[in-house]
C-alpha cells in the first residue's frame, strides 16, 4: 500500500508529512535534513537543467534577485500573474508545483512513492485559489485526494495529540497569510463553527515594517537610501526578518547596514516593533471579533486557543490573545509543522472514506474514532432581478443560496421567476461571495436555461445547490412546470475535458525537469 | 436661488430635455439576468363584495343550508388553494350549476376575487329564494375569512337615485375602504341593479368595467390607468376590469337589489392628475362570444386622490430632470474648477437622455446653448442653491428617480479621475436633501468612486467614521467595513481587489487609532 501524506504549502516554508505504519503522522525532513523548506525557487542561469528549491534558493536570490521567486501563495490564483525566466512565463500553479516536486522527490527518495496526498490552503481561498493549487499538486504527479483549510488541519493534529474539548479557536498567523477558525470540539468528534482569513497578514508583513524602520534610520543618518537594488532588497528583508525573529526572544536587536553612503549600526527595540506592526494588530483583533460573531460566541466561551504558524511566536500576540480570552493560549511544540501533521491525517480520513480497502490496517485503526465536520467555506448563490422594494425598479443582484459556514454536507433550495411573457432562455449563473452588489462576487460559471416558448411571466423556477463532504458542488435549475432541469456540477480536480488534456501536458513537462 | 436655471428651462428646451430615464447606469445590465426574486403576488381587483351581496339571497325551503353552506367552504378553500382536483368533486346539484366554473375558479388561484363573481353568479342562478337559513349563511361567510369591506356610511359622488328603472341596467359606485395587513385603502365597490337580457338562456357573459376621468370635461376625458398588468388593456397602461361571468341562466335576468359585482382598489388605479377627480364608470354585460353589449350603465363619481397622477408625472420629469442638470453643475463646480471633462459628461448625459424622435434638431441646438450658458454662468462663479433644489426634486420626483439623479452626480464627480473634498461634502448633502438612504448612498459611493480616487482618504470620508460615535459604535463599524471588505479582496476583478486592499489598511489604521489596542 502506498504512501499517504500531507503537504503544509506555506507562504514561507512548506512540510510535508507522512503517515507511519501505525496512523501517527511524522514530518519527512528534506533532502539538506531540514524539518521546513522555504518556499523560495531560484532559476541558476550557469546550470540551467537544475531550478533550485528551499535554503539554497533563499541565498541564491542576494546574488541575483531576477531569477528567485518567493511568496508565490500570495499570487496563486491570479490569472495576470506571471515569473519570466529565460522566455518562458510561469503561472503561480507552475511555481507552487516546482516546490511540490521537491518536497515530494526528497519524501520517495526515503520512503518511496507517494500515492495520495492532501495539501492544505488558508481557509479563505476561494474556488480558484483551491484548484490553482489542486493543480499545481496534480502537475507533479501526485494524486491530490482532497484541499484542506490550514487551521482545520492544525486543529486535527491538536485534538488527535492532546485533551482538548470545548469550544476551540485556532489562531493561525504564518508567513504570509493569517486564519481565524472556531471549532466545537469533543474527543475525537471536530465539528467547524465558522472560519475568517485575511489574505495579506503575516510574517512578511511584518518584516516589511521592520525593513522600513532600517531604510528610515539610513535616510535619516546620511540622506541616501539603503536599497538600490532588488538585491539589497532581497539582503534586506532576510535581516528584517531576523531582527524580527530576534525581537521574539529578546528586547533589542542590533543590525550593521552597509550602504552606499557608509554603515550605519541600527537598533531596534520590541517596543518600536510593537509600535511598527500596531495597524496589523489591529487587523489580527478585528478578524478575531468578526469570527467571534459569526460563531455567535463572546471571547469568554471559547475554552482555548489554539496557536499556528511561525508569526504566533511574537510575544505581543500571545500577549494579546491572552488579555482577550482570560487565559494563556496553548501552543504545539512547533508551531510551523501542526498544518502538515494535521493534513496528513486529513489525508487518511479522505482515503479511510472514499477508498477504504487502499489503507493498511494499521493506519486504519491509528485514525478510528477520528470525526470531523466541516463548513461550506464560501456563500454561494445566483445572479437574479429582483424588484427593489424602496424604488419598485427592477435591480440586478446577487441572492445567496448555500450560505457560508453551513455544515457539509448540505443543500439549500429557492425560487425564482421568470420576468417576462413568452421568456425562451434564462441565463443562470453561479457566483461566491457574501455581498448582494453582483460587482463584488466572482462568477464561477454561466449557463444558458432554455425554456419552453410562449408561456406567461411568473413561470416558477427552482434553483438548488448542494455542496458534499469532498468540496463537490451541484447545481440545479429546474423550470417546475416543464420538467426541464439544468445540472452544473464542480469539482476541484475537474475542469472538463479541455483542461484535462493541458494537466496531462503539463504533467509530462514536470517530469522533465530537475528540481533540487 | 436658482433662477440660474432659466436659461435653460424656457419652453422649447423643455421639450428637448424630454427625458431620459433610465439612465445609462442601469442599462448596462439590461438583458443579462432574466430570473426574478420571489414576491407575492399582489392583486388589483381584490375581491367582490361577497357577504352584502349574498345577504341578498334568500334560501328556498326544500333546499338544505348546511349543504349550501359545505358548497360555499369547499370553493372558497378551492379559491384559495387553486385545486382543480377538488373542484371538479363538486358534483353539479343544482346550487353550484358548473362544475367547469368551479374548476376555471380554482385555477385562477390568487384571484379570488374572480372565483368569488362567479360563486356568487352561481348562486344567483339557483335562485335561492325565501328566508329561512339566510341569517346562518352570512354567519358562516364569515367565518369564511374571505376579504372583508367595509362601506364608508357617506357614499362619494352625488346621490344615488332612489328608485332605479328596473328594466335597464343600473349602476352605482361606492367608496368603501379595505383592510389589508393592517392598513386600510380605499376601495370603489361597483354595483348593479336591473335587467339583463341575453339571446337565449344559458348565454354566456362578460363583465366590464372601465373609468374615465372627465374633469376637464367631457371633450377632453383623459383614460385611467392601472399599474397591475392584469388589468390594463393589452399593451397599454390603460384600466379595463374583464371577468367572465359563466351562462345566465335565463333570457331575462334581473338583480332586484343594488348588488355589488365588482371592488376596485383605488390604490392600483393611476388618475391622470391628484386632487378632487371626476370619475366616469362604464359597466357593461358582453355576450362572452360575440362581444356584443347586452346591457350597459354608467354613472359618476367625485374621488380625491393624493397620489401624483400620470401627467403630473410626466410634467415632474421634466422638471426632476432640468433640475438635476443644474445639480450636475454644481457638483462639477463644487470645487471651484469646472473641468472640460465634466462639462463633456453632463452634455452626454442630457444628449443620451435626450428623446431624439422628439426634439427638432433646432430643439436640440437650443439646448446646447442652454448648457452652455449654464456652464458660463458657473464658470464665472454663479452660486447656486442646491437645497432648495433637492427639497423641489424630493418633492416631486419618485424614490428611483432621485437615486438616478445622485448616481449621474457621483458620475460627474468621478469624471476626472479624483473626487476632492468639497465634491464629497456636497454629494454628501445631496443624499440627504433629496432623502435618501445613507447606506445605500455609501454603496454607490463605493462603487463609483473608488477609495483611490479621493483626494482625502481618512477613516471619516471613507469609512463613515464619526466624530460623535462611542468607541465601541467606532469599533463595531469598523468591524462590519472589515468582514465587507475582507470577503470583496478575492475578487477575480483586480480593481475590486486592489480597492478592497487599500481600504482594509484603512480600516486597520483607523481601528488603531480610533479603538486602540486595548480590548
Ligand atoms: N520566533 C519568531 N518570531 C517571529 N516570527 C517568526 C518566528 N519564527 C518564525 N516566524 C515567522 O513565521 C513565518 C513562517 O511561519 P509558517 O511557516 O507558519 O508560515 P507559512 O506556512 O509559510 O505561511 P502561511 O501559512 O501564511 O502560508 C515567517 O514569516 C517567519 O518569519
Ligand atoms: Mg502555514
Redesign the interface.
Known amino acids: 500500500m502506498g504512501n499517504i501524506v500531507g503537504i503544509d504549502l506555506g507562504t514561507t516554508f512548506s512540510t510535508l508529512a507522512i503517515l507511519n505504519a501505525i496512523g501517527k503522522p511524522e514530518i519527512v525532513p528534506n533532502a539538506d535534513g531540514e524539518r521546513l523548506t522555504p518556499s523560495a525557487i531560484f532559476f541558476d542561469e550557469e546550470n540551467p537543467d537544475v531550478i533550485r528549491v528551499g535554503i539554497e534558493a533563499i541565498n541564491s536570490r542576494h546574488l541575483n534577485a531576477e531569477r528567485s521567486v518567493r511568496w508565490i501563495k500570495r499570487h496563486m490564483g491570479d490569472t495576470d500573474y506571471r515569473k519570466t525566466i529565460s522566455g518562458k512565463d510561469w503561472t503561480p500553479a507552475e511555481l507552487s508545483a516546482l516546490i511540490l516536486k521537491k518536497l515530494k522527490e526528497d519524501c520517495s527518495a526515503e520512503h518511496g512513492e507517494i500515492c495520495d496526498a492532501v495539501i492544505s490552503v488558508p481557509a479563505h481561498f476561494d474556488e480558484v485559489r483551491r484548484r490553482a493549487t489542486m493543480d499545481a499538486g496534480t502537475a507533479v504527479g501526485l494524486n491530490v485526494v482532497a484541499i484542506v483549510n490550514e487551521p482545520v488541519a492544525a486543529a486535527l493534529y491538536y485534538a488527535t495529540t492532546r485533551k482538548v474539548s470545548g469550544k476551540v479557536l485556532v489562531y493561525d498567523l504564518g508567513g504570509g497569510t493569517f486564519d481565524v477558525t472556531i471549532m466545537d470540539v469533543d474527543g475525537q468528534q471536530m465539528d467547524i463553527i465558522c472560519s475568517q482569513g485575511d489574505h495579506a497578514l503575516g510574517g512578511i508583513d511584518f518584516d516589511r515594517q521592520i525593513l522600513e524602520i532600517l531604510e528610515q534610520s539610513y535616510r535619516d543618518k546620511f540622506s541616501a537610501e539603503l536599497l538600490n537594488c532588488d538585491e539589497d532588497r532581497a539582503r534586506y528583508e532576510d535581516e528584517a526578518e531576523d531582527i524580527k525573529k530576534t525581537l521574539s526572544r529578546r528586547p533589542t536587536a542590533k543590525k550593521m547596514l552597509y550602504g552606499p553612503a557608509g554603515s550605519l549600526r541600527a537598533e531596534i527595540s520590541r517596543e518600536m516593533f510593537e509600535e511598527a506592526i500596531s495597524s496589523l494588530i489591529a487587523r489580527t483583533d478585528m478578524l478575531v471579533e468578526v469570527a467571534l460573531d459569526e460563531a455567535g460566541a463572546q471571547p469568554s466561551e471559547i475554552d482555548k486557543v489554539l496557536l499556528v504558524g511561525g508569526s504566533t511566536r511574537i510575544p505581543l500576540i500571545r500577549e494579546r490573545l491572552e488579555k482577550m480570552f482570560g487565559s494563556a493560549p496553548e501552543t504545539a511544540v512547533n508551531v510551523d509543522e501542526c498544518v502538515a501533521l494535521g493534513a496528513a491525517l486529513y489525508a487518511g480520513l479522505t482515503m479511510l472514506r472514499d477508498k477504504p480497502d487502499s489503507v493498511s490496517a494499521g493506519i486504519a485503526s491509528g485514525l478510528e474514532g477520528i470525526n470531523l465536520t466541516d463548513v461550506c467555506n464560501h456563500s454561494y448563490g445566483t445572479i437574479c432581478a429582483p424588484v427593489d422594494e424602496e424604488t419598485g425598479r427592477r435591480t440586478v443582484q446577487n441572492r445567496i443560496i448555500l450560505k457560508k459556514n453551513t455544515p457539509l454536507p448540505c443543500e439549500a433550495s429557492q425560487t425564482f421567476y421568470t420576468t417576462y411573457e413568452g421568456q425562451k432562455e434564462v441565463e443562470v449563473t453561479i457566483t461566491q461571495g457574501e455581498d448582494t452588489a453582483v460587482e463584488y462576487v466572482n462568477k464561477i460559471a454561466t449557463h444558458r436555461f432554455e425554456l419552453p416558448e410562449g408561456r406567461p411571466p411568473d413561470c416558477p423556477i427552482k434553483v438548488t445547490f448542494s455542496y458534499d463532504v469532498n468540496q463537490r458542488m451541484h447545481c440545479k435549475f429546474e423550470d417546475i412546470e416543464s420538467g426541464r432541469v439544468l445540472q452544473v456540477d464542480f469539482r476541484l480536480d475537474q475542469n472538463g475535458e479541455v483542461e484535462e488534456d493541458n494537466a496531462q501536458q503539463s504533467t509530462e513537462q514536470f517530469e522533465s525537469l530537475k528540481v533540487e | 436661488m436658482y433662477e440660474w436655471a432659466a436659461p435653460i428651462l424656457g419652453g422649447a428646451v423643455i421639450a428637448a430635455l424630454m427625458v431620459l430615464l433610465?439612465l445609462v447606469a442601469?442599462s448596462k445590465?439590461s438583458g443579462?439576468?432574466?430570473?426574478?426574486?420571489?414576491?407575492r403576488f399582489v392583486g388589483a381587483v381584490k375581491s367582490w363584495t361577497l357577504s352584502k351581496s349574498l345577504n341578498r339571497f334568500k334560501f328556498p325551503r326544500n333546499i338544505n343550508a348546511n349543504v349550501i353552506i359545505h358548497k360555499l367552504k369547499t370553493l372558497a378553500s378551492i379559491v384559495r388553494n387553486g385545486s382543480s382536483r377538488l373542484a371538479k368533486s363538486l358534483a353539479p346539484d343544482g346550487i353550484i350549476s358548473s362544475t367547469k366554473s368551479a374548476a376555471r375558479a380554482a385555477r385562477s388561484k390568487f384571484r379570488e376575487g374572480l372565483s368569488v363573481i362567479r360563486l356568487s353568479e352561481s348562486i344567483n342562478r339557483t335562485k335561492l329564494r325565501g328566508r329561512a337559513g339566510a341569517g346562518k349563511l352570512s354567519q358562516l361567510l364569515d367565518g369564511l375569512n374571505l376579504p372583508r369591506v367595509n362601506y364608508t356610511p357617506n357614499g362619494i359622488g352625488r346621490e344615488f337615485p332612489t328608485k332605479p328603472d328596473m328594466e335597464t341596467l343600473n349602476c352605482r359606485v361606492r367608496l368603501g375602504s379595505h383592510e389589508d395587513n393592517a392598513r386600510a385603502s380605499d376601495i370603489f365597490i361597483v354595483e348593479l341593479c336591473g335587467s339583463i337580457r341575453a339571446p337565449q338562456a344559458m348565454h354566456e357573459v362578460t363583465l366590464t368595467v372601465s373609468i374615465t376621468d372627465v374633469t376637464d370635461g367631457t371633450t377632453q376625458t383623459k383614460p385611467v390607468r392601472v399599474r397591475t398588468k392584469q388589468w390594463q388593456i393589452a399593451d397599454s397602461p390603460v384600466f379595463c376590469h374583464d371577468a367572465d361571468l359563466g351562462a345566465l341562466h335565463n333570457e331575462t335576468t334581473t338583480l332586484a337589489d343594488w348588488t355589488a359585482v365588482a371592488q376596485l382598489s383605488c390604490s392600483q388605479l393611476l388618475l391622470p392628475r391628484k386632487g378632487r377627480r371626476n370619475l366616469q364608470f362604464t359597466v357593461a354585460i358582453l355576450s362572452r362570444q360575440t362581444r356584443e353589449t347586452l346591457a350597459c350603465a354608467e354613472c359618476a363619481c367625485v374621488y380625491h386622490s393624493t397620489d401624483t397622477g400620470y401627467i403630473d408625472l410626466a410634467d415632474n420629469i421634466q422638471r426632476t430632470n432640468t433640475l438635476a442638470v443644474g445639480l450636475a453643475f454644481a457638483v462639477s463646480a463644487a470645487d471651484h474648477k469646472l473641468y472640460d471633462c465634466e462639462v463633456d459628461f453632463i452634455k452626454s448625459w442630457v444628449m443620451s437622455n435626450l428623446d431624439a424622435s422628439r426634439a427638432s434638431a433646432k430643439a436640440e441646438r437650443k439646448l446646447e446653448k442652454a448648457l452652455d450658458k449654464t456652464v458660463a454662468f458657473f464658470r464665472t462663479g454663479g452660486q447656486f442653491d442646491a437645497c432648495r433644489v433637492c427639497t423641489e426634486i424630493a418633492q416631486i420626483a419618485?424614490?428611483?428617480i432621485r437615486?438616478d439623479i445622485l448616481e449621474f452626480c457621483l458620475g460627474v464627480a468621478r469624471a476626472n479621475g479624483h473626487v476632492t473634498s468639497e465634491e464629497l461634502a456636497l454629494l454628501r448633502n445631496l443624499a440627504v436633501w433629496l432623502e435618501l438612504?445613507p447606506d445605500r448612498f455609501r454603496?454607490m459611493l463605493e462603487?463609483t468612486l473608488p477609495v483611490n480616487m479621493h483626494e482625502v482618504q481618512d477613516a471619516e470620508t471613507i469609512l463613515g467614521v464619526a466624530p460623535n460615535m462611542s468607541k465601541e459604535e467606532t469599533?463595531r463599524l469598523?468591524?462590519r467595513e472589515?468582514?465587507?471588505w475582507?470577503?470583496?479582496?478575492?475578487?477575480?476583478?483586480?480593481a475590486?481587489q486592489s480597492q478592497a486592499?487599500q481600504v482594509?489598511?484603512l480600516?486597520?489604521?483607523a481601528?488603531?487609532e480610533y479603538?486602540g489596542?486595548?480590548?
Open positions: 433610465p442601469y445590465y443579462l439576468p432574466l430570473l426574478r426574486a420571489p414576491k419618485p424614490l428611483a437615486y438612504d454603496a462603487k469599533r469598523l468591524n472589515y468582514a465587507k475582507n470577503s470583496r479582496v478575492t475578487s477575480s476583478d483586480p475590486v486592499d482594509l489598511a480600516i486597520a489604521d481601528r488603531r479603538v489596542l486595548d480590548t
